[in-house]
């Protein structure tokens, strides 16, 4: 009972704004805006007005247990040939995004006077999939909570910004919904964020953006681990003598929701899922991911992502307006566009 009381709030809160927003939605004489958005920003406005303290833990569990729980349901409607695909076209242009923002992030956060773990936990953020490879970064190269805010906020405002921006210069630019989808997956730095941005578009846009940014998720464990390596020098060059290496546990880094993803895809391809069953599995999913998006705009806190400073914001913005371009510029080049 005490569990119900715990989390019935925050959950049954994020699903009353997902309704309202997919009836916004299905209001709307074009389609420019998807639900996600919608609910993200009547989300980010109510909670601007009002702070409860009971929402939280209920918040918390619809915007990652949720978030990650409809990612998985949605590989009950594609093909696995399909994922296979997308990925290996996502890893061509992934590998010129990170190279961006680690390259040229290091000189950009040197350029704005910023301490490395912030700048790297900003890279790490844009490269990578957000707040989570931030969480994942942090303790390994022994962020304090400053530097965390720090990136997590450089990295959010961007992609509020981004959300809304992307479907209108996805259809100025004409691309087709895989190519849109590539550029979303590979360029928005938060899972949610290209969820909103990918379905925004299309269905089948949202489709291909989500599975890139799967395949963009897993480049986690290789960064985390050259980090660990490069703290742990740092430290023992610091203090003059060897030092215990930072241990690493893999199953604490691998997304395991990836996982749950791809078993499901295996399964519909088999062809032992019923078309409806996919059709209802698409559906629900689309609906948690509008919900998780609410409970995000439900624990954002305006007056707190002010206060992060403004090199922080400007480091944030430059690297992330450079894999804007150089993930649309990669695409060219290749034929996908």
């Not at 290091?106 to 999939?129: E, M, P």
């Amino acid at each position: 009972m005490n569990v119900i009381k715990k989390y019935a709030p925050g959950i049954v809160a994020s699903l009353i704004i997902a309704v309202l927003s997919k009836w916004i939605e299905s209001l709307l004489p074009i389609h420019l805006i998807g639900a996600s958005v919608i609910a993200l920003f009547i989300g980010m406005f109510i909670n601007h007005f009002l702070h409860t303290d009971c929402f939280r833990a209920g918040l918390a569990f619809t915007s990652k247990k949720v978030l990650k729980f409809a990612i998985i349901l949605l590989g009950l409607s594609l093909s696995i040939d399909t994922v296979l695909e997308v990925g290996k076209l996502s890893i061509c242009v992934m590998i010129f995004t990170l190279l961006t923002c680690f390259g040229v992030g290091y000189f950009v956060g040197k350029a704005l006077k910023l301490n490395w773990k912030t700048s790297n936990l900003i890279s790490a953020g844009t490269g990578i999939c957000g707040g989570s490879a931030i969480a994942a970064l942090a303790p390994v190269i022994d962020a304090d909570d400053m530097d965390i805010a720090y990136a997590m906020s450089a990295t959010f405002i961007f992609d509020m910004i981004m959300i809304l921006l992307f479907p209108i210069m996805g259809r100025w630019l004409g691309l087709s919904d895989m190519a849109y989808g590539l550029w979303a997956g590979t360029a928005v730095n938060d899972t949610s964020s290209v969820v909103a941005a990918g379905f925004a578009y299309s269905e089948a846009a949202g489709d291909f953006a989500t599975m890139v940014k799967l395949t963009r998720t897993l480049s986690i464990i290789p960064v985390v681990l050259i980090f660990a390596f490069i703290n742990a020098n740092l430290k023992r060059k610091q203090s003059g003598v060897g030092q215990e290496k930072h241990k690493v546990k893999f199953t604490k880094l691998f997304p395991w929701f990836i996982a749950g993803f791809l078993a499901m895809t295996v399964i519909n391809s088999i062809g032992i899922v019923p078309d409806t069953v996919s059709i209802v599995a698409k559906d629900i999913s689309k609906f948690l991911m509008v919900s998780a998006l609410a409970a995000i705009g439900l624990n954002t806190d305006f007056k707190k992502m002010a206060k992060s400073g403004a090199r922080p914001m400007l480091h944030g913005f430059i690297i992330s307006a450079l894999v804007v371009l150089v993930a649309i510029a990669v695409e060219y080049f290749i034929g996908i566009v």
